[in-house]
């Protein structure tokens, strides 16, 4: 079993910066694809961006090319967002996860076995 613990949330003016982090404990040698996915309301949760095992090129969705960066730390089994240059559309609850191996589909968030539990970003214009 893995447990996701998600930190920093919170709330930022449009144009401004946020970090999310995502700790992973428990049985983490299981883990393959580690994931930060994003849910508005009214609207299905959806990834924002992955990282895949052994260092390939991540995934970012379209909408935030350029303006978001996931990056790990596996020596303390921890994935982060850098989040800039945040726009009001960006508002949404984000969630971390993490995969069983996946065989690469580290974009599909039907992979992902693991959940963090959810926190709140607000970005105001």
């Known amino acids: 079993q893995v447990l996701l613990v998600l930190f920093r949330g919170g709330s930022a003016q449009s144009g401004g910066p946020l970090r999310l982090s995502c700790a992973a404990s428990?049985?983490?040698?299981?883990?393959?694809?580690r994931g930060w996915f994003r849910q508005a309301p009214g609207k299905d949760r959806a990834v924002v961006a992955a990282?895949?095992?052994?260092?390939?090129?991540?995934f970012y969705v379209d909408s935030v090319k350029g303006r978001f960066t996931i990056s790990q730390d596996n020596a303390k089994n921890t994935v982060y967002l850098q989040m800039n240059s945040l726009k009001p559309e960006d508002t949404a609850m984000y969630y971390c996860?993490?995969?069983?191996?996946?065989?690469?589909?580290?974009?599909?968030?039907?992979?992902?076995?693991?959940w963090g539990q959810g926190t709140q970003v607000t970005v105001s214009s």
């Open positions: 428990g049985y983490t040698l299981c883990i393959d694809c």
């Open positions: 996860a993490a995969s069983h191996p996946s065989g690469g589909y580290c974009y599909r968030i039907k992979e992902y076995n693991y």
């Open positions: 990282v895949y095992p052994g260092g390939a090129t991540p």
